[in-house]
């Protein structure tokens, strides 16, 4: 049944060889290939399925509209997705933690009702009006996790009774009107409006070039100072092939966008946004413990995280961004009104975050799956108003897509916990 | 081949509301010493060990550690002594990758930023220094086999460097072959000079690793053992408390149909 042991002669630590199961990657293309191909067949599908999908989906209405791929027609995409994929981040966060939050959309139109009754009836300064709504929406986020996490509240009620609650402060705030126009040429109105240096080609250009050049940068170095600790790094062609397809997908999308009106606001601030809280989700200890409780709350708790606060912290985190989320459709639409951030707004939040490879299940995700997934959702819809398509047909399509999102996702769950390397 | 005592319980007694669960239990646990902990259900196992865990703080009683009294009320009371406790449900983060389990809660840091390089350094170290043979230490725990997410469960536990670690049940879900390992990996400990406190129901475990057998019944002590020189029956008999009893009526009965035979 057991080993025969003679206490007294315990073996001592042998060398530690690598394990000979363990797979060993040949170099070059080949390795690479061979590597893709074992994690997609474990289960490990990443966003590879997306990608995939948006391909496609530009291939499909290019080739029956003819001018889907248009300048004019990729800037407008990229205009419309900032505000439902800031609020499709704050649900990557919640999705994160295994939870859910009902409340974004609402949230996404008290924080725009709030900044332009400041902004505009009150007269306050549009930069305090934007922070003061902003501060209400993290409030708000606060509130919602305070429910869930110190009494125990589901989230799911709690954020239901929030998204009942926060649209009626949103008429409330509102008033008899109904409807706030953004000040003309204000902050608010700009967001949507402006493209960086008016249209300067430089911008672009400087995003399309920079943004690979500092990540062949920081994984060379990554890989440098890992070949110093002794320990596996990736390999140099590895890494010029992933700093390469960026670079592919960069640099068109800057040309594309120079033929139009320059680099748009938007999409600035929404790929900030998706880099800035990737990268604080995997570089920090914050980030570390929201996957952690995402992953086991038991075990987080035994390793002396504060589950409580985390949680907190995300809701707040979450219905700040849904908040900004909010002030960008406020911008795009020209007004702060009632219907804003109601109808499918929070619907196609959720569904971006699945679609782009979130799991509905905890602890595994990415913010990049908000861009990727609400940029599907987008293409569609626009692709879709481009063939004259009823509205119908959209939802019917949308709500297919979002089906097979999950059905991948559940899927690769099953053979991910198939594929376990004993 | 023991030190000296590390962890010494004297008298101590524990009580759920009209449930006696813990009367006047003595334990001792030297440095470089497996003790397992025995006993059937409900005879206290669980109790005595979250005692000393800092879960359940005692009633009556005397904890020492080094000699010096102390108190235990809070897990993290155990945790700052250097008591790691590893529980049946092993607690891990499945989606989570080794080196992130092992650091969990203990992150090394640079410039503000995790250090994974560090960390993974060291988690290396600790694996390579406990002979855990994990495929990638960057697999997250969701694809490992039941014995390694129980290797990886203890080294975690030794993170903090403890001088006591308390196992409960470490090899009740194993395998034969995933079973030895974890044998392997208590017998390393001991070499390490950790006081290890073993909770098994497998007497062929307990026979195995362990120096001292100290055995519970219904929450007191029923008599501790070296582990040479005793025989499985008299653990046996002191676990269920009589010489006649279930085990040793079905062994003899066995015993005849094989003579009968």
């Not at chain 2, 003595?26 to 800092?54: C, F, M, P």
């Amino acid at each position: 049944m057991t080993t025969p042991t003679a206490p007294t002669e315990t073996p001592a630590p042998q060398a530690p060889a690598a394990d000979p199961r363990l797979l060993v990657r040949s170099g070059g293309l080949t390795g690479y290939l061979d590597d893709l191909r074992r994690r997609l067949a474990g289960g490990e599908l990443g966003s590879a399925p997306v990608v995939i999908g948006l391909i496609l989906i530009a291939v499909i209405f290019q080739s029956v509209t003819g001018h889907f791929l248009q300048a004019d027609n990729l800037t407008n995409i990229t205009k419309y997705i900032a505000g439902p994929g800031l609020i499709a981040v704050g649900v990557v966060f919640v999705l994160l933690l295994g939870e859910i939050d009902l409340s974004l959309g609402s949230v996404a139109g008290v924080c725009a009702a709030i900044a332009s009754v400041l902004a505009v009836r009150q007269g306050v300064s549009e930069w305090l009006a934007v922070a003061a709504a902003l501060a209400a929406a993290a409030a708000m986020g606060a509130l919602h996790g305070l429910f869930f996490a110190r009494i125990g509240v589901p989230a799911l009620v709690v954020t239901l009774a929030g998204m009942l609650a926060w649209s009626g402060l949103q008429e409330y705030v509102l008033g008899d009107l109904g409807t706030i126009n953004n000040r003309h040429d204000g902050l608010i109105a700009t967001l949507d409006t402006h493209f960086l240096g008016d249209g300067d080609i430089a911008y672009a250009w400087a995003l399309a070039i920079l943004a690979p050049a500092l990540y062949l940068l920081a994984q060379l170095r990554t890989a440098r100072r890992r070949r110093q600790a002794g320990l596996t790094a990736r390999p140099t062609t590895d890494i010029a092939l992933r700093a390469g397809a960026l670079a592919v997908l960069a640099l068109p999308l800057a040309y594309a966008l120079n033929q139009d009106r320059g680099l748009p606001l938007p999409l600035v601030v929404l790929v900030g946004v998706v880099a800035g809280t990737d990268f604080v989700l995997r570089r920090t200890a914050w980030g570390r413990q929201v996957f952690a409780v995402g992953g086991g709350i038991e075990a987080a708790r035994r390793a002396g995280i504060n589950v409580a606060r985390v949680r907190i912290s995300v809701y707040m985190t979450s219905a700040t961004l849904a908040g900004l989320g909010g002030l960008f459709i406020a911008s795009q639409q020209g007004s702060a009104d009632k219907q804003l951030g109601g109808g499918n707004v929070l619907m196609s939040a959720i569904a971006a975050a699945v679609i782009g490879g979130t799991s509905l299940f905890g602890g595994r995700g990415k913010t990049w799956s908000a861009l990727l997934g609400i940029l599907v959702i987008q293409s569609i819809t626009t692709g879709l108003d481009m063939v004259h398509a009823a509205q119908a047909i959209q939802y019917m399509i949308t709500g297919a897509v979002l089906l097979a999102a999950v059905v991948l996702d559940s899927v690769s769950r099953r053979t991910r916990a198939g594929a376990a390397r004993t | 081949m023991t030190g000296a005592p590390v962890l010494q319980l004297r008298a101590v007694s524990k009580r759920f509301g009209a449930v006696q669960a813990l009367t006047d239990v003595d334990l001792t646990v030297h440095a470089g010493e497996v003790l397992a902990l025995v006993g059937d259900n409900g005879a206290g196992k669980s109790t005595l060990v979250k005692t000393i865990a800092g879960v359940h703080p005692v009633d009556e009683g005397t904890i020492t550690w080094h000699g010096d009294p102390v108190r235990l009320t809070r897990p993290q009371d155990a945790q700052a002594l250097g008591i790691a406790t590893v529980y049946q449900d092993l607690a891990l983060c499945d989606n989570l990758d080794v080196v992130a389990n092992l650091f969990l809660g203990r992150e090394k840091h640079l410039r503000g930023l995790l250090d994974e390089v560090a960390m993974e350094q060291k988690a290396r170290e600790l694996l390579d220094t406990l002979a855990i043979r994990i495929p990638d230490v960057r697999t997250p725990v969701a694809a490992l086999s039941g014995g390694q997410r129980q290797v990886v469960a203890i080294a975690r536990a030794l993170v903090g460097e403890p001088s006591v670690v308390i196992l409960d049940e470490p090899t009740a879900a194993l395998g034969v072959e995933q079973t030895a390992q974890v044998l392997d990996l208590v017998e390393r400990l001991r070499t390490r000079g950790l006081g290890v406190i073993l909770i098994s129901h497998n007497m062929a475990d307990v026979r195995a690793v362990a120096d001292t057998v100290a055995v519970l019944r219904l929450g007191r002590n029923n008599g501790v053992f070296p582990v040479a020189g005793t025989t499985q029956e008299q653990i046996i008999s002191a676990i269920t408390g009589a010489t006649d009893n279930a085990v040793t009526r079905r062994q003899a009965r066995l015993t005849q149909e094989e003579d009968a035979a």
